[in-house]
Structure formats: structure tokens, C-alpha cells
């Protein structure tokens, strides 16, 4: 009957091995979702950090006057009559002469050509000579966008075997791009203007940029904050100070509980209804993004600042009384100061949220093609009323085209916009470490 | 447009005009000496300022609200009114300035009032949802007759009209994505929650924790990216089609998996703290009857978590059901009734987005139908998060 | 062999050394919980470890059953062990010293399940029974020896929690009986209790210990007075005095006892 302590029983072993695997069920659910979050984050990175990255080629562009300028006197109504139709030509002939003069033999048709250049860039030069009439009749170099499939071509998205297959370019354009890229004349150089241009039409992804989704996404922020940071804070001082516990503000609260949970593309349809259907605000607006995003972002603020307020220890309230305050005074002159952080933190989380949220934004228009920069005020539209994309539908809307050039744009817009986020975060800890207060 | 700025530049000026006014009346009536005040002077203009902004601009918001449901236009009198209230509000706030006048209650009066506005946003955000939808929802079931939506299997809106508008596909489609999503979510989050908080040492812990929380950061649209452009090719290449199941790279499983992945964060934080408030007293006494960690965890721990760790499954639900970006690239655009997860389906959400975007005619039941959808899932959704709510509220309470 | 033990305990309970701490130290991180405590404690006994609270004694009841393994920042040293084997040997497991070595906590903690299953938990975890009827047996067993039966025995079906306190901590002391422990160890078990449930389980207590070797924790001294053979009285993480309870509570050797006992410490 007595058993020793220093021998395991069969029936412990047993026992210890099930502790093990139980353990082993535990470990490798954590591994899991790290290696989840690690293929995410490699795939989004290595997808998208060639987009940041931009094919250029570099040509005297010859700026003849016969073609540019026939009234010849610099009159900028007759110059503005040729269109980037008349000014194509222009660039394909400075390619023609580049080659002549560095021996590459040239197979191709004028038209495939002119191919290897963007179409942008035909506009890019157009309007440096409209902006400098001056130009006209010298030869100028520029810096030209490569088209897209030149672009892929030096990224390795598009090879000699896809290029035979394709009707935008060909093994030969190929083999014209390598030759002038081992002289320099073709270079693959960071491109800032990735974050400035507008988005661009399907037949040009090489300039397709995030511009306007970055301002329109920083109207949204300035609204959200705008309008949920002191609504947030103001609803949160009610309940969490002054309410009465009666029906209606437990009303309240369930409510706003079950509004953090109502799915956010709900949030989108009201967008939808209220402000353009019924107010009549301008569709696609930063203004009616904003709208619903701070109505979207409200309970998480709320939920956070009546967190914060809660953790002012009730002697700060006791102590502002004794001396005479009102109830008002004390909370505003005492414990909001003190919650500050926490409010903080809280509304900077709701913002990275309302940052990355997409599905309202596509039902209130915001998926437009959008190329004007929009204006934060203007007469007509009002304030923030101007069309506008954001961040992530801008994401949405490259994974739609048909070119797969776009894609890598897709990804290069989701790690600005992770950036972003990073950063937001990165404050959010740094406002909690460094402001903690521990009663 | 105009007008309005106008306006409030014009109430702005005169507030900040009585700012000015009630401090030195206020000044005057002490006779140079404050103490003679019951109020100060800043507590007297803060009061005019309140009395001068808040009544105009109260009447702005009932008088465009009121413009909007009638279709009118602005007119002079609308303005006159406004400016009325304003100069009213101030010239009001400046008579009672006297030695004994208890501005501070009276600027508190406004403050609350302010206070209380602020908390009935949410209740008027939650009408505004219901009745927005509830108002077109009514006007989808005028034109299409609301037993074939509710039970045509078929969803197949065309433009001529004449559309089939069911809702059973889409529902199939979403309820399948989320159990998918599911059942990824729930036993991986549940288990990295107890492994976390049972077992786990410091390191682990430091790594891990902030790890799973940073999924929980991501925005739907990249995991939607990361569905279409990674995990779909994937499954099809590695799995669909070797073993035969089909050669779409959007389908539910895609779907499924990588919603299930942006589930785990959201499972394991609620799991996290309903384990927490199992209290210790509990395991102690299982340890001490020479129960292992293990044997601990789920004999006694999860039995008296469940209905925690239930609630917890139900909000997941909740979020997988309304879901957007993931299935709209993931899970793709065909109503259809199948078995086979590896098949793209499309669910309530993705039709919600593709009837209310692009061209619209808001007058036709293929727009509208997009609304009825919205109504079902919000109650729905509501529905299980109030339930959820309620489950979990309670447990925390028995051991509160 | 068997028998002359059995006759030997007949005799003379008191000779019987169950449990032998030798310069045990505990320390919580930096903190020296437990200072050089040096106690044998004798089988079919009540022992009671009395002190002022932060004295250490529950600290080194949990080391008995190895229970501050559970707590990361916690070091034991020195030597326990129970029938001359180190409990703190490598190769001893601690679930199965456990099942040797029950414990009952100050709060009670039934677990969330019915009567029966509160009681049929350790045998279950521990393969005790072959069959349903002997786990019933084995559960009507411990519920008589913890006084719960007749109160029970209609509604073991029902929660546990849904009993009285006193009956809760009866039913956690049914709990560690129905393991087959030999050592019970009973941390403030009354503390949460009213007086008439304390008097219904210190009357337990009294004739647990026929069949155990029971280590109780208090910090009441009429109940140590009360229900124990041997007191043990702690202060500061010292043990500062060992002795039959009687002599104790009318003659202690050290003044700290006896400034404690008189109520001038603690």
C-alpha cells in the first residue's frame, strides 16, 4: 500500500504526459499566430517595398518650336493647344536620337517605341514647358517615368517570357531598356513623388501615387478629431461623473457598448442615408468620411476616457470639494487634467482605428477616381467638401484594376499606411509610459 | 454653404465681444474691487459667452434639420432669428451681472447642458441607424415582396430589373466564412490565452503579448490584400488543386483562414481576462488535491469560465458576421449555395457594398435591397452582442 | 512489520515522526519569508502553527505540499521530508505529493460542479476508483468523515456553491479526504466562517485526527488551544517555539511567546 514519493507511478507518467502535450497545444497555438503575423507582415513588405522605387529614363529632350509653339511668339493660348497627343513624338524622337548616338540597335516601331516612355511623362513635359515658355527651342534634360512594363521589367515582375506574351511590350523593348540601363541612361531610383502624385488611370500605373488619400485621410483625422475628442470626453464626463443611475443613462451605456460592436460597414450605410441622402453633403467628401468615422471612433473614446476618469482616485474629487469647488470645477480644474493621458491614449488608438477602416468609406463614394488635390475649404464645397480618396480605399481601389502593376502600389500604400499607424501607436505608448500614475 | 460661415463668424464675434463686455461690467459693478463679487468677472463672461453661442447655434441645427424635412431653402428670417437668439442670449447675460448674480451656477447650467447633449449622440447615432434603414428597408419591401427575399435562394440583381433578390445564399456565405473563421479563431486564441497567462514565462510573455496585439492592429483592408494576393494563391496551389476541390483562389476557406487569423487577437484578449477573473482561491484548490496545471486548466478553470469564454465566442461572431474587407477580397462575389470551402461565395456584407456602390438609382430594389441587408445584419450582429453583453456581465459578477 | 506499526501507533501517537523540516529557508524574491525553521511533526496529531500575521507560518505550511512551486518568484531551501523521503528531491512529483498531502485553504473554494463532483474530483485525477460504485462509496466515505453527509446526501446533484460556508468548507475538507491523503494540511480554515460553523469544523478536526496527520494554521490561539496537540508559534519567519499546546498556553519557555500569547504582540 505504501507507495514511495521518489518513484512515478504508471499512472502519473501518464498523467505528466498529458500536462506535456497540453503544453505543446498551448505553445504552438502562441506560434501560431506569431508565424501568422510573420508571413503577413513579409508578404506585405517584400510585395511592397519595390513600389517606392521608380524606373526613370533620362533624355535631352530636344524642345522643337515647329512643333510646340506655332504662332512662335511664346503665346500661351496657341502653346496649350497641343496636347500631350503632340508632345509624345517630341520624347520618342529624344529616345531615337539617345540610341543613335550609343549605337543601340533598334528593331522596334516608332509606336513600341515610344512605348518604353509613360504617357505621363508626355504630360510632365507639357506642363514644364507651359510653366517656362522659355524652354521652347532649346533641349532641355529630363528625368522621364518609364512606362509600366519597363518599370516591372527592372523590378522582375515582367520577364523576357511574359514580355513575348504581352501586347504593351515586347522581348526586343526589353532588350533596348537592359542596353540603356547598362549605361545609365535607365535608372531605378527611390520616388518620393509616389507619395505626392494623384492616383493615375489604369494605363499608367508608373504614376499612380497616394497624394490625395493622404490628404484626403488627414482631412478625415483633423474631422474625427475635431469633433470626437471633445464629444468623447464631454458624454464621458456626464456618464461617468454627473449622470444619475436611472433607465436612461443605463440606456446610454448599453448603447454605446453595442455601438463599439455594430459592424462597421452599419456605420457606412447611415454615412450614406443621413449625411449624403438626406443632408445632401457632397458625396465622396472628407467631411462625410470624417462624420462617420467619428461616430464609428465615439464608443472607443468613450470607453477609454470613462477608464481614464475612473482611475482618478475619488480623494483628488474629495480634496477640490473640501476647499470650496464646485462639483464642475473640481472635475475640470482636477480630474480631467489628471485623466489627461489615459483620454489621450485612448483617442489616439480610435484614430489609428478610424485610419485603417475602409468599408463605410466605400458606401459614402470615397472609392471615386479622384485626381485634384483637394481643397480643405472652399466657397462651393464648403469645408473639407471636396472629393477626395483615403489611405486604405485607395488600397481597395488598386487591387481592382486589371494591370497587375497596380498591385505593387497596393502594398506599397499598406505599409505607409502601417507606417502611419507605427507611429500613431508608438505615441500612444510613449503618452502611457511616460505619463502613468500609479495611486 | 456661405451663408452659414457667415453666420457663425458673425456669433463668434459677438461672443467674443461679450467676453470682453461682461468682464469689464463686471468689474464696474464691483466698484474696482472684486471681492465684492459673489462671481468673478471670468466666471461672468464665461456666462455671457455660453448665453451668447449656444442658443443660436442650437436653433442653426433645429432650423436646417427642420429645412431639410420640408425642402426649403434659408431664408432672411431664419438669419434674423439666429442673430436674434444671439444678441438676446448676451444682452440677457450682461443685465444680470450684479454683486449678488451667481454667474457660476448659471455657466454650469449651460456646461451640463452640454455634457448631456454630448451622451445622447450615442443614442441618436444608434436611431439615426435604425431609422435610416428601417425608412428604405420599408421602401425595398414595397417593390420586391419580402418572402422572396427572405426565402429565394437565389441572388442574381440584374439592371433591367427583374432581379432575384434572396438573402439565403448571402447568409450561407457569411455564416460558412465565420465558422471557418471560427473555428481558426476561437481554439487557437483560446489556448495561446491560457498558455499565456498559465504557463508562459516573462520572455515568452514580452514577445508574444505585444506580437498578437499588433494582429489585433492591423486594418481589415490589409488582411483583405493579404487574402487575395498570398493565401488564396496559396491554398489553390498547394490544396485546392491537387486534391481536386476546385481553382478559385477567392474562396470561403481563403476567406475563412485569414479572418480567422485576424480573430485570434480579439479571442485571446477577451479570453485573457474572462481566465483572469476565474479566481486564483479556485486553482489552488484544484493544485492542492494534486491536480496537474493541465488537468487545472480544464477541469476547473474553463468549466467555470464558460459562459466568459461563451459571451467571448459570441462577439467573435458578432465580428466575423460583419466583416467587410476580407470577404469582399477574399471570399468573392457569386451567391451561391455549396459545400465545398474551397469555392468563392459571397455573404451579406459584399453585397451591401457592390448594390450601394458604383452606379446607383436609389429608387430601384437593387439598390435598396442593399439596405434590407444592412437591417439584417444589424440585428443580427446586435442581437448576439447584446446577448454576448449580458452573458459576460453576469459572469464577471459572480466573482466580483 | 505492517503490524507492529500499526501497534506501535496504538500506543504512542506521539513518538510517530510524520513530517521533518530541517533548516528550511524561504525567501520571495529577496525576502527571507522563512528563517532556519527546524519541526517534526508527528503522525495522528493536531498541530497547530500559531504567530501574528507575516509571521511566516502559512509560508511554511504551503511548503509542505509544495504548494509555493505555483508561485515563480518563490525559493525554498533545506530539507522536508515525510516518511523520511525529501519532498524537495528532483525526483518527486509534486502532484503526487499532493495526493499524498491534501490541503484546505482559508476561503472555501468549491469548484463550480455539483456536490459529487466536488468530492469524486482527486479520485478521479488520481485513479482511485475502478468503477462508479466505488467512487460512489469513495464519495459517501469522505462526506461522513467531513460531517457533510446527512446534510448532502439529498442533493449531491446540486452546486457546490449553492451551499452554506461552513458546509462549503466542509465539503472542501471532504474534498482532500477523498484522495487517500495522510497528511492534511489547513490553512486558516474558519477564518471566513461564524462561530457555529467554526465549532462544527473544529470538531472535525478533533476526529480527523485519527486518521491523519493534521497541520492547521491559525490565528486564533483558543482555537489552537482548542483543537491541537502540539503548537508551533512563529514570529518574524523564526520558529521561535515547539511544544506540546499545553505547555504553551501556561508555561512557554521564550518571552515572545509568552508577550504573544498574553496579547502583548501580534
Known sequence: MKTSLLTLDARTKKRNAAEARFKAYGLSAIFVAMFALLILLTSVVSNGLSSFQQTFITLEVALPEDKLDKSGVRDLAVMSRVTTIGYAPVLRDALLAKLDALDIENPLSNRDLGNLISKQSAATVRDRVLANPDLVGQTVTFDLLASGRIDG????????????????????????????????????????????????????????????????????????????????????????????????????????????????????????????????????????????????????????????????????????????????????????????????????????????????????????????????????????????????????????????????????????????????????????????RRW | MQSLTTLLFVILALAVAGYFLAKSRALQVAGGDIRGLVSLPSQHALNTVLSTVIPPLAAILLISLYLRLTDGNGSWFFTLVVIGLAVTGMALSLIGIKQQARARTFAERWIMGLLIFASTIAIMTTVGIVLSMLSETINFFGQYDWRRFFFSTEFTPRFQGDSELGILPLLWGTLYVSFIALSFAVPIGLFAAIYLSEYAGHRLRSVAKPAIEVLAGIPTIVYGLFALFIVGPGLRDYFAQPMGFGD????????????????????????????????????????????????TIRQVVIPAALPGIIGAGLLATSRAIGETMIVVLGAGAAAKLSLNPFEAMTTVTVKIVSQLTGDTDFASPETLVAFALGLTLFVITLGLNVFALYIVRKYREQYE | MEDLTQMDRAMSTQQDIKISAKNVQVYYDKNHAIKDVNVEIADKTVTAFIGPSGCGKSTFLRCINRMNDTIDICRVEGDIRIDGEDIYDPKVDPVQLRAKVGMVFQKPNPFPKSIYDNVAYGPKIHGLSRNKAELDEIVEKSLRKAALWNEAKDRLDAPGTGLSGGQQQRLCIARAIATAPEVLLMDEPCSALDPIATAQVEELIDELRQSYSVVIVTHSMQQAARVSQKTAFFHLGNLVEYDDTDKIFTNPEDPRTESYISGRIG
Open chain 2, 248 to 295: 478559385s483562389a477567392i474562396s470561403v476557406m481563403t476567406a475563412g483562414l485569414v479572418m480567422g487569423i485576424m480573430l485570434i487577437p480579439f479571442v485571446s484578449s477577451l479570453s485573457d481576462d474572462i481566465i483572469n477573473a476565474v479566481p486564483q482561491s479556485m486553482r489552488d484548490g484544484s493544485l492542492g488535491l494534486g491536480a496537474t496545471k493541465s488537468e
Open chain 1, 153 to 436: 521589367y527592372f523590378k522582375g515582375a515582367v520577364t523576357m517570357e511574359s514580355a513575348a506574351l504581352d501586347g504593351n511590350t515586347s522581348p526586343e523593348a526589353l532588350t533596348i531598356a537592359q542596353a540603356l540601363a547598362d549605361v545609365g541612361v535607365i535608372e531605378t531610383k527611390f520616388n518620393w513623388n509616389f507619395f505626392v502624385w494623384p492616383d493615375a488611370s489604369v494605363q499608367r500605373p508608373e504614376a499612380a501615387g497616394l497624394g490625395v488619400a493622404i490628404l484626403g485621410s488627414l482631412y478625415m483625422m483633423i474631422v474625427v478629431l475635431v469633433l470626437a475628442l471633445p464629444i468623447g470626453v464631454a458624454s464621458s464626463i456626464y456618464l461617468e461623473e454627473f449622470a444619475p443611475k436611472n433607465r436612461w443613462t443605463d440606456l446610454i451605456e448599453v448603447n454605446i457598448s453595442n455601438l463599439a460592436a455594430v459592424p462597421s460597414i452599419v456605420y457606412g450605410i447611415l454615412g450614406l442615408a443621413i449625411f449624403i441622402n438626406f443632408m445632401e453633403f457632397n458625396q465622396s467628401s472628407p467631411l462625410v468620411g470624417g462624420l462617420v468615422l467619428t461616430l464609428m471612433t465615439l464608443p472607443t473614446i468613450i470607453i477609454s476616457t470613462r477608464a481614464a476618469l475612473k482611475s482618478v482616485p475619488p480623494s483628488i474629487r474629495d480634496a477640490a470639494l473640501g476647499v470650496g469647488a464646485s462639483k464642475m470645477q473640481s472635475v475640470f480644474h482636477h480630474v480631467l487634467p489628471l485623466a489627461a493621458p489615459g483620454i489621450l491614449t485612448g483617442t489616439i488608438i480610435g484614430l489609428a482605428q478610424a485610419l485603417g477602416e475602409t468599408a463605410p468609406l466605400l458606401l459614402i463614394g470615397m472609392v471615386a477616381f479622384v485626381r485634384e488635390y483637394p481643397a480643405a475649404y472652399t466657397p462651393e464645397a464648403g469645408l473639407f467638401g471636396e472629393a477626395a480618396t483615403a489611405l486604405p480605399v485607395q488600397v481597395f481601389n488598386w487591387t481592382q484594376r486589371s494591370d497587375p502593376a497596380f498591385f505593387e502600389r497596393a502594398f506599397g500604400a499598406v505599409i505607409t499606411l502601417l507606417v502611419f499607424l507605427l507611429i500613431m501607436n508608438a505615441v500612444a505608448i510613449y503618452l502611457r509610459r511616460r505619463f502613468e
